[in-house]
């Protein structure tokens, strides 16, 4: 089973919210109609929903170095409690779809929690196009 699947129909606790919108914390987490994308979305706002991805999927080169106090605040003990998703940008103008790198969500596994996390890496930046790596991927 792979780490998404494991994460799939789960009730996401982000107690300190995604960057703008820090006072919504609860989040279900859902299948997309295309694989590898999932949604998430906020309970009780249904007009709010953000399209996520692994990001290793789509960048096999992408490595995160996050401090071990942002992985306390979340309880994760051990490397293999990690599940890394990318927020995704899909322009209603038709502007290529890009991917977060810089501010990736930590999902522990066991439970449920998550936040999300700024990169201090100045390879990973908040747009990264995903057109290519689809390609790539023949998705």
Same mark, same amino acid.
């Given at each position: 089973?792979? +780490?998404?699947?494991?994460?799939?129909?789960?009730?996401?606790?982000?107690?300190?919210?995604?960057?703008?919108?820090?006072?919504?914390?609860?989040?279900?987490?859902?299948?997309?109609?295309?694989?590898?994308?999932?949604?998430?979305?906020?309970?009780?706002?249904?007009?709010?929903?953000?399209?996520?991805?692994?990001?290793?999927?789509?960048?096999?080169?992408?490595?995160?170095? &996050?401090?071990?106090?942002?992985?306390? +605040?979340?309880?994760?003990?051990?490397?293999?409690? &990690?599940?890394?998703?990318?927020?995704?940008?899909?322009?209603?103008?038709? +502007?290529?779809?890009?991917?977060?790198?810089?501010?990736? &969500?930590? &999902?522990?596994?066991?439970?449920?929690?998550?936040?999300?996390?700024?990169?201090?890496?100045?390879?990973?930046?908040?747009?990264?196009?995903?057109?290519?790596?689809?390609?790539?991927?023949?998705?």
């Amino acid at each position: 089973m792979s +780490e998404q699947s494991e994460i799939f129909e789960k009730k996401l606790l982000i107690e300190k919210g995604l960057l703008g919108f820090e006072t919504i914390t609860n989040y279900s987490l859902t299948h997309a109609d295309l694989e590898p994308f999932m949604w998430l979305k906020a309970e009780g706002e249904k007009n709010l929903a953000f399209l996520v991805v692994d990001p290793f999927i789509l960048f096999p080169d992408y490595e995160i170095d &996050v401090d071990d106090n942002f992985l306390s +605040e979340i309880d994760i003990k051990n490397p293999s409690d &990690v599940v890394v998703l990318t927020i995704l940008t899909v322009s209603k103008t038709g +502007e290529e779809p890009t991917a977060n790198l810089q501010g990736p &969500v930590i &999902v522990n596994k066991n439970n449920n929690k998550a936040i999300q996390v700024v990169l201090s890496d100045p390879r990973w930046m908040t747009k990264h196009s995903i057109t290519n790596q689809l390609e790539t991927r023949g998705a």
